[in-house]
């Protein structure tokens, strides 16, 4: 008896330590068949500047930016082995890296995203358009100390936009500058996130305004109007006064009747007090002429030497005249000389920029 239970113990041992050797060799044993390759659907979108941009992966190039020069995009699918890995960015016959991207196994769908500017690579771009008027004063825009847009005198900043690249979290400073002193108008700063953004501006000769709170006609059928001046003239011999006139829309503006509108324009490059214009009658135009200050005719300007005659339609504006509308004119004025002909004779024009344009959407 004992010996069969001696016997029986022994078995009992060595059955718990097979057993344990099993469980053991199971926990250490490879798969038999390793994870077949994850498949991705890999979008690329960017732009670049003067470079073909190459994506590599393992060594290898999966996809070119196909021009130097734009946006680009593309599409492909792509094996990963491994649960993540990494898309080198450089530029086309050179080994250096510009940027890295994530890829990863466990996600079918995915875009990586470069906007390259000539400089550096980006993650997020978005686009700034510019939207300003500085009368005749060239103000530039500056982007961290880089001039990207310049304009003034009457025209219109150049570019209109431009896109600028993000980093995560990533901040730029914005300047506006007077090209002439050097002095800083303006200071703000941008953020990503928002693709589409926007500066607005008008320089009235002092200071840069983002916003003006633009005064409404009390009676909606009216127009609001105010204005300032300023001559870039020699022989400007101001102040001076607008004067309202009225007159059928088919004839001359020097042939309209002068009503009893006027505004004093103050001296000093503000805008005027604001007078309201009601509805016209049908068939009649309103317009406006620039008069030496008090008198309803005479020019603001010294024509002893000017090349006569003098042409009659000097200084005359007509009125667009939109019910309801604020038109807050910001306005300069210009010589033109005819030496020969039937139109010789010396003109002076009147140049309006409506400011609220530069403010509407």
């Known amino acids: 008896m004992k010996q069969l239970l001696k016997t029986n113990k022994i078995t009992l041992t060595v059955v718990i330590a097979m057993i344990s050797f099993l469980l053991f060799s199971c926990k250490k044993q490879e798969k038999v068949f390793p994870d077949p ?15 073909t941009l190459q994506f590599v992966k393992s060594g290898k190039v999966i996809a070119e930016s196909g021009k130097s020069e734009g946006e680009f995009g593309m599409n492909l699918l792509l094996t990963l082995d491994e649960p993540e890995a990494e898309i080198q960015i450089r530029k086309k016959g050179q080994t250096d890296i510009l940027a890295t991207r994530k890829i990863v196994a466990d996600k079918f769908e995915q875009v990586i995203r470069c ?19 500085s009368g005749s004063s060239t103000l530039q825009v500056l982007m961290d100390g880089r001039v990207i847009c310049e304009g003034g005198n009457s025209v219109y900043y150049s570019p209109s936009e431009v896109n600028i690249g993000f980093e995560p979290n990533q901040k730029h400073q914005i300047q506006i500058r007077n090209k002439a002193t050097n002095a800083i108008l303006l200071t703000k700063e941008i953020s990503g996130g928002e693709a589409i953004q926007n500066l607005r501006f008008y320089f009235d000769g002092f200071k840069v305004h983002e916003s003006i709170n633009f005064p409404k006609p009390s009676n ?10 300023t001559s870039a003239l020699d022989v400007y011999n101001g102040p001076i006064d607008i004067v309202f006139f009225s007159g059928i829309s088919t004839t001359k503006l020097y042939e309209h009747t ?19 214009l009601p509805p016209a009658e049908k068939g009649i135009t309103y317009s406006y002429k620039l008069v030496k200050r008090g008198t309803l005719n005479d020019l603001p300007y010294i024509l002893t030497n000017e090349l006569m005659p ?14 309801g509308y604020t038109l807050m004119a910001d306005i300069m004025d210009r010589k033109n000389i005819r030496t020969s002909g039937i139109t010789k004779g010396t003109s002076f024009s009147v140049i309006e920029t409506d400011i609220k344009f530069f403010f509407d959407n």
């Open 115 to 133: 906007y390259y500017n000539g400089e550096k690579a980006y993650d997020e771009t978005i686009l700034l358009k510019f939207k300003g008027y």
């Open 258 to 276: 002068a009503t009893n509108i006027r505004i004093e324009i103050p001296t000093d490059g503000s805008f005027s007090q604001a007078i309201e």
């Open 37 to 51: 390759p994850h498949i991705i659907k890999l979008e690329i979108r960017g732009s670049t500047v003067n470079d």
């Open 310 to 323: 003098i042409k009659p339609e000097s200084s005359y504006r007509i009125v667009d005249f939109r019910a």
């Open 220 to 229: 909606p059928a009216n127009i609001l109007f105010t204005a300032k001046f």
